[in-house]
């Protein structure tokens, strides 16, 4: 596998082609915004009936980050669920899919804002948690450092001859790291929007997620960057 | 000149190139009174001076004071008052005339007018199940569709709705409810008449529903979203006809299905309910009068006069076109000359980004500042209306158009049309020239321009074609379940059915004759349950089945969203565009993808005006004005039309000739060129050549299959090259060939164009073939898949192909013969891969390959090297173009030195 190896904060961290983040030291997989059950959620409202395949579509890439890491800690970083208590409404299969993933394992389920209740998974459920000089929470805060975070969904947006090719990405700066979204089917938010703009310091980077993640200068709006 | 022009009114005695003195019967008056708020209003006094019969006849001598005779023109319907029509009088004819009513037939009296042959026709057979007319553009159509409508409704008055008119653009509607106002107003006929479409107030329309006029004018999608209602059932009650115009256009598109859909669940509600249809010249009436048709009740076909045949000729200039490119810049001073020769010249382009050039250096080289305006479908509403107004009043010269114009508005005083770029389709072109027929019994004027040196000999087979009567026509295949699927959740929205009923039903409806149950089963069980595989929950479901058997919604507020997406037209993800500031005012849409490739300081061409992109706003594209003269050229989406199997027979047929002695030197020694070096491609044989060029192994495949198909053939064909070894680099597909280049050449072509090789290799490139994609994402969004519209927001294009995109990887993984992957595969083997043409060639030429090894660049050849689009063969083109930039990147930043080390 291709990586992105870093250091923030002191921790020699890995971003994965997947858009999951790998501690190597400490043997921790994070990932962000899995958003399980989005389209039984979309469809229970009488919205658009997608494909039901979505939640075994992000555990796959799951399972394949851990047996290829080997990881024996994970940190699901806040709206792993896209609804409260839609991991109940979960087919069986995919339920046992998750035990399996989590047996063996010390899981931690960080509440977001489409799961702030903690669900009816084992593991430990946190609103954050700190792991040696890294704070894990879902949304960035103002004013904090060493935080690893998720929410936005960040994504970059390069245009080469004509073409705009977009990829998820992290964020990354000295204060702060943004993992993109890791579930299937999830949208985002270019990282030259306004809030990212001004979340992220003027040298941000953005690590691009794909068959070799890299980093680059974080793309922004096009009048801060003239 | 262009005061009396501004005047908007021609002189009485000599319309320019008018036939003035060509004798007619007396008295009569065949077109439709003008509307009442045009400046060439016939019966606006203001305007005109004397009175509308006088106009007509001076002497015995029939003038044409108003060139323009509106949509409802008056040259065919004279001429067929002279000649007998084709299937006109019918047995009986005269003892069994139908009588207008006194009050119509008065006012028709009071103006000298009669009712002309077909029109009468028109009467005679009003009691027709289904009833088809088909005249000429202009051909006074319209009129002969509403007026057993006006008759019945001044015979027996009566309250509710009696007629629906449904026409493909909401321009027309309103047009016809102004047309019609005058004879229900002058001859106080007891009607109302009001239209309804996207554009009508929510009050009135509410209004509608409560209380419907005798006569509605709307859309097929306004029709489905009346249909969709619970009250559907009152509002049409007491309907008797329904009036679809221009059939033949809609008939082209998935807005003619779902309108039979809708049809036939008027039908049901309204049993003896009558349909008219009313179409352009075509090819194939029994394939519109199938369309139309209900059940068992097959459909009549009228044919009125067509009229004299069209004065057409190509532009020949004594600089010859270019090789390549569709510009035709080279043709400007030309038909400057001939903007200044006519009254009002149309002046028709194949795609909005060459009419935008083509306006652009128009007005470049226009010294005497003639009014030229342009109008597209890209252009913001207030500017085309400004435009449409100026065509209307004759404040314009000559207009700059594409397809937005092909449609009956009339459009004001046209005596020429020009088109440029190879026709492409004889049908159309002749629809088109047909704008320029305002004067009765004389020819409609047009010229073609070639916009490169292929397109020369494509625009002879053309002018061929047209004065042989040999108009084209690809066969369409049954209705699209994409359309049914809608349209059961339409049903259901509208209260609960029974599925033997709706399938009875549907199957009423022309496009939808074939349809099987199982086949409507899979598209009921989809929009009850999305119909997938992995069998889901009970909240999954959007419809449910209740104890009685009847289906309805299992959320009864899903209908709102049900009724925001009905529709089947795709528009192409844009953004407006608006100068900058607070309420800058909007000029047009781009397309999203072009504007996500502008940076600030970028210049492109909107509505004939350079601008310079500042920046997105929200989702707005926002400008500036400026006096640069090189604009980067935006790219509008616009149709691509493959040129039609039919010209393509004629351009090979053309070929066989010892001489072109119709062709203009140039072209002539061009193909004289190619016969003496190679060859000329045959009717019944493939040509295909090879030879070395630019350090490159070139083959060049002739296969006359239009544009997709050679496209689609060169996807192909690569593929086979490179399981065979010989390492091909990329392609560019034309109408009529394709080129392939690559390292090694092609010896023996032969084994390249085994057909059940090729089809084979068909399914691997397409499953994840962004054509798939595409077609993909409008099937789904007809379907109700994916919602365009959540709570009257639309959904941006990017956020609506992102999620499509990955909806359509997962169903191709999980789910791969889910309905929607199997319309999406029907949809692209007959739309965008058109491999039925590829199909076709093959049966054409059999074995009968003609390879040629040649030293270097063939004549015919020679022009490929200068298309646009080719087609790099790489899976990895995005991974190597996101390297490119990320290395250029990392080097600027300086990145790549500070930066820890790559893997």
Request: with cysteine; charged share 25%.
């Given at each position: 596998?291709?990586?992105?190896?870093?250091?923030f904060h002191g921790a020699a961290l890995h971003a994965l082609p997947s858009g999951a983040l790998y501690w190597e030291q400490t043997g921790l997989l994070v990932v962000s915004d899995l958003h399980l059950g989005k389209s039984a959620r979309l469809s229970a409202v009488g919205g658009a009936q997608l494909p039901p395949y979505e939640t075994r579509?992000?555990?796959?890439?799951?399972?394949?980050?851990?047996?290829?890491?080997?990881?024996?800690?994970?940190?699901?970083?806040?709206?792993?669920?896209?609804?409260?208590?839609?991991?109940?409404?979960?087919?069986?299969?995919?339920?046992?899919?998750?035990?399996?993933?989590?047996?063996?394992?010390?899981?931690?389920?960080?509440?977001?804002?489409?799961?702030?209740?903690?669900?009816?998974?084992?593991?430990?459920?946190?609103?954050?948690?700190?792991?040696?000089?890294?704070?894990?929470?879902?949304?960035?805060?103002?004013?904090?450092?060493?935080?690893?975070?998720?929410?936005?969904?960040?994504?970059?947006?390069?245009?080469?001859?004509?073409?705009?090719?977009?990829?998820?990405?992290?964020?990354?700066?000295?204060?702060?790291?943004?993992?993109?979204?890791?579930?299937?089917?999830?949208?985002?938010?270019?990282?030259?929007?306004?809030?990212?703009?001004?979340?992220?310091?003027?040298?941000?980077?953005?690590?691009?997620?794909?068959?070799?993640?890299?980093?680059?200068?974080?793309?922004?709006?096009?009048?801060?960057?003239? | 000149?262009?005061?009396?022009?501004?005047?908007?009114?021609?002189?009485?005695?000599?319309?320019?190139?008018?036939?003035?003195?060509?004798?007619?019967?007396?008295?009569?008056?065949?077109?439709?009174?003008?509307?009442?708020?045009?400046?060439?209003?016939?019966?606006?006094?203001?305007?005109?001076?004397?009175?509308?019969?006088?106009?007509?006849?001076?002497?015995?001598?029939?003038?044409?004071?108003?060139?323009?005779?509106?949509?409802?023109?008056?040259?065919?319907?004279?001429?067929?008052?002279?000649?007998?029509?084709?299937?006109?009088?019918?047995?009986?004819?005269?003892?069994?005339?139908?009588?207008?009513?006194?009050?119509?037939?008065?006012?028709?009296?009071?103006?000298?007018?009669?009712?002309?042959?077909?029109?009468?026709?028109?009467?005679?057979?009003?009691?027709?199940?289904?009833?088809?007319?088909?005249?000429?553009?202009?051909?006074?159509?319209?009129?002969?569709?509403?007026?057993?409508?006006?008759?019945?409704?001044?015979?027996?008055?009566?309250?509710?709705?009696?007629t629906l008119y449904i026409s493909p653009l909401k321009a027309l509607a309103a047009d016809i409810r102004r047309n019609l106002r005058v004879p229900i107003e002058e001859a106080n006929l007891p009607i109302r008449v009001e239209d309804r479409t996207g554009d009508t107030p929510a009050s009135r329309k509410k209004r509608q529903r409560a209380d419907?006029?005798?006569?509605?004018?709307?859309?097929?999608?306004?029709?489905?979203?009346?249909?969709?209602?619970?009250?559907?059932?009152?509002?049409?009650?007491?309907?008797?006809?329904?009036?679809?115009?221009?059939?033949?256009?809609?008939?082209?598109?998935?807005?003619?299905?779902?309108?039979?859909?809708?049809?036939?669940?008027?039908?049901?509600?309204?049993?003896?309910?009558?349909?008219?249809?009313?179409?352009?010249?075509?090819?194939?009436?029994?394939?519109?009068?199938?369309?139309?048709?209900?059940?068992?009740?097959?459909?009549?076909?009228?044919?009125?006069?067509?009229?004299?045949?069209?004065?057409?000729?190509?532009?020949?200039?004594?600089?010859?076109?270019?090789?390549?490119?569709?510009?035709?810049?080279?043709?400007?001073?030309?038909?400057?000359?001939?903007?200044?020769?006519?009254?009002?010249?149309?002046?028709?382009?194949?795609?909005?980004?060459?009419?935008?050039?083509?306006?652009?250096?128009?007005?470049?080289?226009?010294?005497?500042?003639?009014?030229?305006?342009?109008?597209?479908?890209?252009?913001?509403?207030?500017?085309?209306?400004?435009?449409?107004?100026?065509?209307?009043?004759?404040?314009?010269?000559?207009?700059?158009?594409?397809?937005?114009?092909?449609?009956?508005?009339?459009?004001?005083?046209?005596?020429?049309?020009?088109?440029?770029?190879?026709?492409?389709?004889?049908?159309?072109?002749?629809?088109?020239?047909?704008?320029?027929?305002?004067?009765?019994?004389?020819?409609?004027?047009?010229?073609?321009?070639?916009?490169?040196?292929?397109?020369?000999?494509?625009?002879?087979?053309?002018?061929?074609?047209?004065?042989?009567?040999?108009?084209?026509?690809?066969?369409?295949?049954?209705?699209?379940?994409?359309?049914?699927?809608?349209?059961?959740?339409?049903?259901?929205?509208?209260?609960?059915?029974?599925?033997?009923?709706?399938?009875?039903?549907?199957?009423?409806?022309?496009?939808?004759?074939?349809?099987?149950?199982?086949?409507?089963?899979?598209?009921?069980?989809?929009?009850?349950?999305?119909?997938?595989?992995?069998?889901?929950?009970?909240?999954?479901?959007?419809?449910?089945?209740?104890?009685?058997?009847?289906?309805?919604?299992?959320?009864?507020?899903?209908?709102?969203?049900?009724?925001?997406?009905?529709?089947?037209?795709?528009?192409?993800?844009?953004?407006?565009?608006?100068?900058?500031?607070?309420?800058?005012?909007?000029?047009?849409?781009?397309?999203?993808?072009?504007?996500?490739?502008?940076?600030?300081?970028?210049?492109?061409?909107?509505?004939?005006?350079?601008?310079?992109?500042?920046?997105?706003?929200?989702?707005?594209?926002?400008?500036?004005?400026?006096?640069?003269?090189?604009?980067?050229?935006?790219?509008?989406?616009?149709?691509?039309?493959?040129?039609?199997?039919?010209?393509?027979?004629?351009?090979?047929?053309?070929?066989?000739?010892?001489?072109?002695?119709?062709?203009?030197?140039?072209?002539?020694?061009?193909?004289?060129?190619?016969?003496?070096?190679?060859?000329?491609?045959?009717?019944?044989?493939?040509?295909?050549?090879?030879?070395?060029?630019?350090?490159?192994?070139?083959?060049?495949?002739?296969?006359?299959?239009?544009?997709?198909?050679?496209?689609?053939?060169?996807?192909?064909?690569?593929?086979?090259?490179?399981?065979?070894?010989?390492?091909?680099?990329?392609?560019?597909?034309?109408?009529?060939?394709?080129?392939?280049?690559?390292?090694?050449?092609?010896?023996?072509?032969?084994?390249?164009?085994?057909?059940?090789?090729?089809?084979?290799?068909?399914?691997?490139?397409?499953?994840?073939?962004?054509?798939?994609?595409?077609?993909?994402?409008?099937?789904?969004?007809?379907?109700?898949?994916?919602?365009?519209?959540?709570?009257?927001?639309?959904?941006?294009?990017?956020?609506?192909?992102?999620?499509?995109?990955?909806?359509?990887?997962?169903?191709?993984?999980?789910?791969?013969?889910?309905?929607?992957?199997?319309?999406?595969?029907?949809?692209?083997?007959?739309?965008?891969v058109d491999f039925a043409r590829i199909r076709e060639m093959s049966a054409r030429v059999g074995d009968r390959i003609d390879h040629l090894r040649l030293t270097r660049v063939t004549p015919l050849a020679a022009p490929l090297f200068l298309e646009q689009g080719r087609v790099p063969v790489r899976g990895s083109a995005d991974e190597r173009l996101?390297?490119?930039?990320?290395?250029?990147?990392?080097?600027?930043?300086?990145?790549?030195?500070?930066?820890?080390?790559?893997?």
């Open positions: 596998m291709n990586t992105h190896p870093f250091t579509e992000t555990l796959q890439r799951l399972d394949a980050d851990l047996a290829a890491t080997g990881a024996t800690r994970v940190i699901c970083l806040g709206d792993s669920f896209d609804a409260p208590g839609i991991d109940a409404h979960l087919p069986e299969d995919d339920l046992l899919w998750i035990a399996r993933l989590q047996a063996g394992r010390d899981w931690t389920w960080i509440a977001g804002n489409h799961d702030p209740a903690p669900v009816a998974l084992t593991g430990a459920h946190r609103a954050e948690h700190r792991d040696g000089p890294l704070t894990f929470r879902h949304i960035a805060t103002q004013g904090t450092t060493a935080e690893v975070s998720g929410h936005y969904h960040p994504k970059a947006r390069l245009t080469v001859r004509g073409r705009s090719l977009t990829r998820p990405c992290f964020l990354l700066d000295a204060d702060r790291l943004i993992l993109p979204a890791y579930g299937a089917y999830t949208g985002g938010l270019f990282s030259d929007s306004p809030v990212l703009s001004a979340l992220m310091r003027p040298d941000a980077q953005a690590i691009l997620t794909g068959s070799r993640p890299v980093a680059i200068p974080m793309p922004r709006r096009a009048a801060s960057r003239a | 000149m262009s005061a009396r022009m501004e005047s908007g009114i021609a002189p009485p005695a000599a319309p320019p190139g008018g036939r003035a003195g060509k004798p007619a019967p007396r008295g009569l008056c065949p077109s439709w009174p003008q509307v009442a708020n045009s400046p060439r209003d016939i019966f606006g006094q203001k305007k005109h001076k004397g009175s509308a019969a006088f106009a007509f006849r001076v002497g015995r001598k029939v003038i044409d004071p108003v060139p323009d005779r509106s949509y409802l023109g008056a040259r065919a319907t004279l001429t067929a008052a002279v000649k007998p029509v084709l299937l006109l009088p019918p047995p009986g004819y005269f003892s069994t005339m139908t009588r207008l009513p006194d009050a119509l037939q008065h006012w028709f009296d009071t103006r000298g007018w009669q009712v002309h042959p077909h029109q009468k026709a028109m009467l005679d057979r009003a009691d027709a199940a289904c009833l088809m007319l088909i005249a000429p553009t202009g051909g006074g159509k319209t009129l002969a569709g509403f007026l057993p409508t006006l008759s019945e409704l001044t015979e027996e008055p009566r309250t509710g709705l009696h419907p006029p005798h006569i509605l004018l709307t859309t097929p999608e306004s029709l489905a979203l009346l249909t969709s209602y619970e009250d559907a059932p009152r509002i049409f009650a007491g309907l008797q006809r329904v009036v679809v115009d221009e059939i033949h256009a809609l008939a082209e598109s998935k807005r003619g299905d779902q309108l039979m859909l809708a049809l036939a669940r008027l039908q049901t509600l309204c049993p003896g309910l009558r349909r008219v249809g009313l179409s352009a010249t075509v090819e194939d009436p029994q394939a519109i009068a199938r369309l139309l048709a209900h059940g068992d009740f097959p459909c009549e076909i009228l044919q009125a006069d067509p009229g004299p045949d069209p004065d057409i000729s190509m532009l020949i200039t004594d600089e010859a076109p270019p090789w390549a490119g569709g510009g035709a810049k080279y043709s400007i001073p030309a038909v400057l000359e001939q903007v200044k020769r006519h009254r009002t010249t149309l002046i028709f382009h194949n795609t909005r980004a060459q009419a935008e050039i083509y306006f652009h250096n128009l007005w470049l080289a226009n010294e005497d500042s003639l009014p030229i305006g342009i109008h597209h479908g890209s252009l913001d509403r207030g500017q085309r209306e400004k435009v449409e107004a100026a065509m209307v009043a004759g404040h314009l010269r000559a207009i700059v158009c594409t397809g937005s114009l092909d449609l009956g508005i009339d459009w004001g005083d046209v005596d020429l049309v020009i088109q440029v770029g190879a026709p492409k389709n004889v049908k159309r072109l002749v629809q088109r020239i047909g704008r320029a027929n305002h004067r009765y019994n004389a020819p409609s004027k047009a010229i073609l321009v070639p916009a490169n040196r292929f397109e020369v000999v494509e625009c002879l087979a053309a002018l061929e074609a047209v004065r042989a009567h040999d108009l084209d026509g690809e066969p369409r295949g049954p209705g699209p379940r994409d359309v049914l699927c809608q349209h059961i959740l339409i049903a259901a929205a509208s209260g609960p059915f029974e599925a033997d009923t709706l399938y009875t039903e549907m199957r009423g409806a022309g496009p939808y004759a074939g349809l099987t149950r199982p086949q409507f089963d899979a598209c009921l069980e989809f929009c009850a349950t999305g119909g997938y595989a992995l069998r889901a929950y009970d909240q999954w479901k959007r419809l449910m089945q209740r104890p009685d058997g009847l289906w309805q919604l299992r959320d009864p507020r899903s209908a709102v969203r049900i009724r925001q997406n009905i529709g089947t037209i795709q528009d192409t993800d844009t953004l407006k565009v608006r100068w900058r500031g607070r309420g800058g005012k909007p000029l047009g849409e781009v397309e999203e993808s072009f504007a996500a490739s502008l940076t600030k300081g970028d210049t492109f061409l909107i509505g004939g005006q350079i601008v310079r992109y500042e920046g997105l706003r929200e989702l707005t594209v926002e400008v500036s004005r400026d006096p640069g003269r090189k604009p980067k050229i935006a790219t509008f989406m616009g149709t691509k039309f493959a040129t039609s199997t039919q010209l393509s027979d004629r351009i090979l047929r053309l070929f066989q000739q010892d001489d072109w002695p119709d062709l203009p030197p140039h072209t002539r020694d061009w193909l004289h060129l190619q016969r003496r070096v190679s060859r000329l491609p045959e009717p019944g044989r493939l040509l295909v050549e090879s030879f070395p060029h630019d350090g490159r192994q070139q083959l060049v495949v002739y296969g006359f299959a239009g544009r997709n198909a050679q496209q689609t053939l060169g996807l192909l064909l690569t593929k086979r090259m490179e399981e065979i070894g010989l390492a091909p680099m990329g392609f560019v597909a034309t109408d009529y060939a394709t080129l392939i280049w690559g390292l090694d050449a092609v010896t023996d072509p032969v084994p390249l164009f085994d057909l059940a090789a090729l089809e084979a290799g068909l399914d691997g490139w397409l499953a994840g073939n962004a054509v798939m994609k595409r077609t993909f994402r409008a099937s789904a969004t007809i379907a109700g898949l994916i919602e365009r519209q959540i709570g009257g927001q639309r959904k941006t294009g990017r956020q609506a192909t992102m999620s499509s995109d990955i909806l359509y990887d997962t169903l191709l993984k999980y789910d791969p013969d889910h309905l929607l992957m199997q319309i999406t595969r029907e949809e692209a083997m007959r739309g965008l996101m390297e490119e930039e990320v290395t250029r990147l990392l080097n600027e930043s300086g990145l790549a030195q500070v930066g820890p080390k790559r893997p």
